[in-house]
């Protein structure tokens, strides 16, 4: 029986192994296409694929069990969840892959691309440049249809040039950049705010007027700490929360 085919990983060795291989592996479950089988490699086999020993395999693959992405049965092997959708907030301790499984698992619809002046707020990331390539996107839950989140991304035009739009309809941006154009993201900086819906994100986002929202911001820096993309993304207060978990 044909297996799925999780992504690749390279591995931090200063974070847990276990937590890596389990957001990555969430990851690639909620990006699948559909036609993608549902049954997943064996213990050992998905050991071998990112490196790691079959128990921390086996405490990964138990994250994802608890969260309902996946199901295990003896003597049958580990499947994924036909219905598996994001339920539980991430916990957030430092990995990339954690941005991207946050980001993953919607459909996504692209409203606009091309050139763009760099907002006045941003201008301290982009010092040197007038334009950057934008790129604006409406997410969807794929069962109901409901707008969840509007993003726009303000990527540097070295980068933007070798971007593929339709990547962007299937991978977060951060995906894109790393494992498709092969930027070396040097780090991420987040800042997560409450506001109120202004008339064009209560539109895209079905909501009233003024309602509280999420506003993200995230800031990928490549290993030359030079901000390769700027992430604005509007969530709906009533579908997303955010936990950061900073261990002693």
């Keep these: 029986m044909t297996t799925f085919a999780p992504d690749s990983l390279a591995l931090n060795r200063k974070l847990p192994l276990w937590y890596q291989v389990s957001q990555s592996l969430r990851a690639s479950i909620l990006g699948r296409s559909p036609e993608a089988p549902l049954r997943l490699p064996t213990e050992d086999a998905l050991a071998a694929h990112y490196g790691v020993s079959v128990l921390t395999m086996r405490q990964a693959l138990k994250e ?30 430092g990995s990339v892959d954690a941005i991207v ?12 691309q ?20 934008g790129f604006r996107r409406l997410r969807s839950d ?5 707008p969840t989140n509007h993003a726009c991304n303000y990527v540097h035009p070295d980068v933007a040039a070798a971007i593929d739009p339709a990547d962007l309809l299937r991978w977060p941006m951060t995906k894109v950049l790393r494992d498709v154009v ?10 997560v705010e409450a506001r109120l819906a202004d008339p064009e994100t209560a539109r895209l986002l079905e909501v ?8 993200y911001t995230g800031v990928s820096y490549d290993e030359d ?10 969530y709906r207060g009533d ?7 900073l261990d002693a």
């Design 64 to 93: 994802l069990e608890t969260e309902g992405l996946i199901s295990r049965h003896r003597r049958r092997g580990t499947f994924i969840e036909p219905s598996a959708q994001r339920g539980a907030p991430v916990r957030l301790l």
């Design 101 to 112: 499984a946050q980001q993953s698992g919607m459909r996504t619809e692209l409203l606009a």
């Design 114 to 133: 091309g050139p763009t002046p760099v907002p006045s707020e941003l201008a301290e990331f982009f010092p040197d440049l007038a334009e950057v390539a």
């Design 142 to 146: 794929e069962k109901t249809g409901e």
């Design 182 to 191: 092969g930027v070396r993201i040097g780090r991420i900086t987040d800042t």
């Design 208 to 215: 009233p007027l003024l309602s509280p929202i999420l506003h």
């Design 225 to 234: 700490g030079r901000a390769v993309d700027v992430a604005r993304i509007h």
């Design 239 to 245: 579908r997303f929360s955010f936990t950061v978990t």
